[in-house]
């Protein structure tokens, strides 16, 4: 079994450039790959990002260092945000996060309140039994509960980026992701473990069928 708590190349970069996890590399690679913050550059009041599933903020943090005073960020998360590398981007006025579940009402109005946005990404994972059965089945529901907040508030023409693991109804969410984008693609960056189940799915461009 591998040893997640010992520090493996990724989260030694990541410590080393001032991120709290080793995610942020695959977020890198996914935008890279699919330039999944083109839409932010097509706006005209610039970025406007939702971060779903955020803590520890490796996510947060390279968006907000990328799009610095261009636009507005809006994360959540069960957890709160690390503070040991942000030296202040978390306090800037550009930036707004929320600290509950997304799939409440409470949270999911706040966060609707924010909107629209022209790209959501989300790095949620549901708590692991060790059963992959299971975990698979949950980390499904959590990726229809973004695919949710991508049919409400997400711009006609933006892009999604999401976290699943393997298995279980994936297949359904890409099949759903296919109907809402022009592009719905499967990645799995080289940052992710070699024996992890987690994937990513990647919706391009919004098809027009909401009023934003």
Known sequence: MADYKKPDFWQQKARNEGYPARSVYKLM???????????CFEKANGLRAL???????????????????????????????SREFDKGLFDN???FFIQGDITTEEVRGALYAKGPYSVIISDA?????????????????????????????????GNLALKIFQG??????LKRMKSLFTTA?????QACRGESVETYFVGLGKKQLSTF
């Open 29 to 39: 690679e996914i935008d890279k790959k699919f330039s999944l913050f083109k839409p």
């Open 51 to 81: 971060d779903l599933g955020a803590a520890p903020g490796s996510w947060s943090l390279y968006v907000l260092r990328k799009f610095i005073n261009k636009g507005f960020l809006c994360s959540a998360d069960l957890s709160p945000l």
């Open 93 to 95: 006025g550009n930036f």
């Open 125 to 157: 994972a549901p708590g692991t039994t060790g059963n992959h059965i299971v975990d698979a089945a949950r980390s499904c529901e959590l990726a229809e509960t973004v695919m949710t907040y991508a049919e409400n508030i997400l711009a006609n023409g």
């Open 168 to 173: 279980g109804g994936s297949g359904s969410v």
């Open 185 to 189: 693609k499967s990645f799995k960056p």
